[in-house]
């Protein structure tokens, strides 16, 4: 059984040089300080703070690591490549065989380029969509998030405000109000307002950006295909965000999970090996903007970035990827996350707790709600406050989780399950006991 160390001084120590230094505080699976930590190490499934507590972890840093922590083969590929230097600008063997594979493994991928956080591919994604369409404005789902520029930051998950649609949601201060104007906003999983949407607006939308996944709500039989059909029709470019997806859900990503392909995809976490990584990656013709050679033509989009393609990154991109071909790979990481997910159903059914369990057995998560959800409006009926106080109750019995899902590796042991199952059942009881009045957990 997990008993928690008490917060050493050592700890504590670094938690208020976090208050002094860093503005935006410590990033904590709840925002209660009860929980706050420092992370002093981690391997393979498990996560250790300053204060020598270890967890089970499910956070996998908000989902790069799907071998999990340190996994010797990428170790060992980065060990081998650092005394050959980490970047040079220049581009680099690894980085040449990683866009081969790429290209390889998911379907849109005719072109490659790389950068180094998601938000870049996203925002790279949408700055292509855009001088290929000669159109500004971008359509992007509510509730979807991908990342952190400013056509990204409207109605975003993190956003409980709505209007009418199209009509977009600043997540943020500091975004120019003239980005709105350049945002529409449609409902996941409703083909039809989508559609119309598509059909009134198709001579100004440069592209159409989601989520095939978004964040654990998955598409409805036929979402995506109809989406592809209608961007399709007004030869607008569909892009898939795949930083989450993306060799989490199959080796050619939720593309070839969900077999519906995009004109453009953004990469990244999943093949990364914990490494600043991310990939775009498309049709040709789209691509083919990015080369300097079109400057002569004035549509030239400009994309570099001073550690983009690092031959560090790419090393421990090529030797994840390497284990994700490993046969059975993807079975094992599935039957582990249907375990927990079933788990979970059958103990919040017996608590007659009502709640789903959402997303694909890789990412999923708990909603608690008993009203049906499947987009980004029905999941506001959820109960955040349930929501953070069983993420609270988990951490309490050594499980980590993120804040709006559980991240599966291929580290995660039957033992490891077995005492997450565990503590699934003493933190649903103990919701079952304050929902009932009798307990607080």
């Known amino acids: 059984m997990f008993e928690r160390k008490p917060r050493s001084s050592h700890e504590a120590a670094l938690l208020d040089t976090v208050a002094r230094y860093l503005p935006g505080g410590v990033r904590t699976p709840t925002m209660s300080p009860t929980h706050a930590m420092v992370v002093a190490s981690a391997a393979g499934a498990r996560i250790r703070d300053c204060s020598g507590n270890e967890y089970i972890d499910y956070l996998l840093g908000s989902g790069p690591m799907l071998l999990g922590h340190a996994h010797p083969t990428v170790v060992a590929a980065i060990r081998d490549w650092l005394d050959k230097g980490s970047t040079y600008l220049v581009v680099n063997e690894p980085a040449i065989r990683l866009a081969e594979e790429i290209v390889r493994a998911v379907p849109c991928a005719e072109k490659v380029s790389f950068n180094s956080t998601g938000s870049e591919s996203t925002f790279f994604a949408l700055r292509l969509a855009r001088a290929f369409r000669k159109r500004r404005k971008i359509l992007k789902f509510e509730g979807a998030y991908h990342g952190m520029s400013d056509y990204a930051l409207m109605s975003t998950h993190w956003n409980r405000a709505v209007r009418d649609y199209p009509a977009p949601v600043p997540d943020s201060a500091g975004i120019p109000p003239c980005i709105e104007g350049e945002v529409l906003i449609a409902p996941f999983n409703d083909i039809e307002t989508t559609t119309a949407m598509v059909e009134l607006h198709h001579d100004e939308l440069a592209g159409v950006i989601v989520e095939p996944m978004q964040r654990t709500i998955p598409p409805l039989p036929g979402f995506l295909e109809a989406l592809r059909a209608v961007t399709q029709h007004y030869e607008i470019p569909l892009i898939f965000d795949e930083i989450v997806t993306g060799f989490r859900l199959a080796y050619g990503g939720a593309q070839a999970y969900y077999g519906v392909v995009p004109d453009l995809c953004a990469l990244g976490k999943s093949m990364s090996g914990g490494l600043p990584l991310s990939v775009l990656c498309g049709r040709a013709d789209i691509m083919d903007h990015i080369d300097p050679a079109r400057l002569a033509t004035g ?51 017996d608590a007659r707790i009502p709640a789903q369990v959402l997303g694909e057995p890789p990412a999923f998560e708990v909603w608690f709600s008993d009203h049906r959800i499947t987009d980004f409006r029905s999941s506001l009926r959820a109960d955040t406050a349930r929501r953070d106080r069983f993420v609270e109750l988990l951490l309490d019995r050594g499980i980590v989780k993120a804040h709006e899902k559980f991240f599966l590796s291929l580290a995660h042991t039957d033992e490891d399950l077995d005492i997450t199952t565990d503590a699934f059942a003493g933190a649903i009881d103990s919701l079952s006991r304050i929902t009932r009045g009798r307990g607080r957990g």
């Open 299 to 349: 549509d030239h989009v400009r994309q570099t970035g001073t550690f983009s393609g690092n031959a560090l990154a790419a090393v421990a991109a090529l030797a994840t990827l390497e284990e994700l071909r490993r046969p059975g790979a993807y079975a094992r990481l599935f039957d582990a996350g249907r375990r927990l997910m079933d788990a979970l159903r059958t103990l919040l059914a």
